[in-house]
């Protein structure tokens, strides 16, 4: 998708039933280029953060395709995902939806997973950098 002249140089997306604690939008489009926030495993039908690694790990990949979906993209325009889990062992369980989101070893954006204290019982957090059409 093409740059549209009414739209402004920066659109900043939110979605509906997620909120970050502090003033910051989920993702931004600047261009073709979409940058997203920490997207964490929020289940936007109660606003809380889901119960359990592997809830969070689902809901997190959901969010960032409902984030992509927001922004005019989809799945296939995402080029480098950064995982940050609280404990190493999380791998796992974010292997799992990985391979569910990108099932094509030749077709999968570029990952990086670092382990990082996370907050507020965050088990697991993805950012994106995705190159809208």
């Known amino acids: 998708m093409a740059m549209n002249p009414d739209r402004p140089h920066r659109e900043s997306f939110d979605l509906e039933g997620i909120s970050h604690a502090v003033p910051i939008p989920f993702g931004t489009r600047v261009g073709d280029m979409l940058f997203s926030s ?15 690694l592997s809830a969070q790990v689902r809901f ?20 480098h995902v950064r995982v940050l889990v609280s404990e190493e062992g999380y ?4 292997n799992e939806e990985w391979l569910r ?3 094509d070893a030749h077709d999968r954006p570029a990952r990086h997973t670092v382990v990082s204290a ?11 950098i995705a190159v809208l059409k």
């Not at 997190?60 to 080029?79: Q, T």
């Not at 996370?118 to 994106?128: A, D, P």
Request: no cysteine; glycine share 18%.
């Open 91 to 94: 791998r796992a369980a974010v």
């Open 118 to 128: 996370l907050r507020g019982g965050m088990l697991v957090q993805l950012e994106i």
């Open 38 to 52: 920490g997207i964490m495993g929020v289940d936007p039908s109660t606003g809380s953060l889901a119960e359990g």
């Open 60 to 79: 997190a990949f959901a969010n960032m395709e409902r984030l992509l979906k927001e922004a005019g993209g989809d799945l296939g325009d995402v080029g």
């Open 101 to 103: 989101a990108f099932p």
